[in-house]
């Protein structure tokens, strides 16, 4: 089972930028579709942002124009660049390897310990 380890959260005032990494466990990572979740306290878990296998993206409404998921598979690294933080994107941010398209995407793999981004003045 592929394991990943996500770093690179902490505290930023808002307007600021925090850049994710996410690292696998195993190779044939460049076969997983990935994506970025994240949980704020007494929310689910939702999906912000997803990269798949050719490097196409998608993104979350709350987040689209501010966020970057990008991938680099000879380091088994999947990204998230996040510009313009707003309080409201404080919560635990994780990675996992996705399938599926659109509305019916799910996340298939372990989960991480995630990194927290609080976003505060």
């Known amino acids: 089972q592929v394991q990943f380890v996500e770093s690179g959260g902490g505290l930023v005032q808002p307007g600021g930028s925090l850049g994710l990494a996410c690292v696998a466990s195993r190779s044939f990572f460049n076969i997983y579709a990935m994506g970025w979740y994240r949980q704020a306290p007494g929310k689910q878990r939702e999906l912000v942002a997803a990269?798949?296998?050719?490097?196409?993206?998608n993104y979350g409404d709350s987040v689209k124009g501010r966020f970057t998921i990008s991938r680099d598979n000879a380091k088994n690294t999947v990204y998230l660049q996040m510009n313009s933080l707003k309080p409201e994107d404080t919560a635990v941010y994780y990675c996992n390897r996705i399938i599926g398209s659109g509305s019916s995407i799910r996340p298939v793999g372990s989960w991480g310990q995630g990194t927290q981004v609080t976003v505060s003045s």
């Open positions: 990269i798949g296998t050719g490097g196409n993206t």
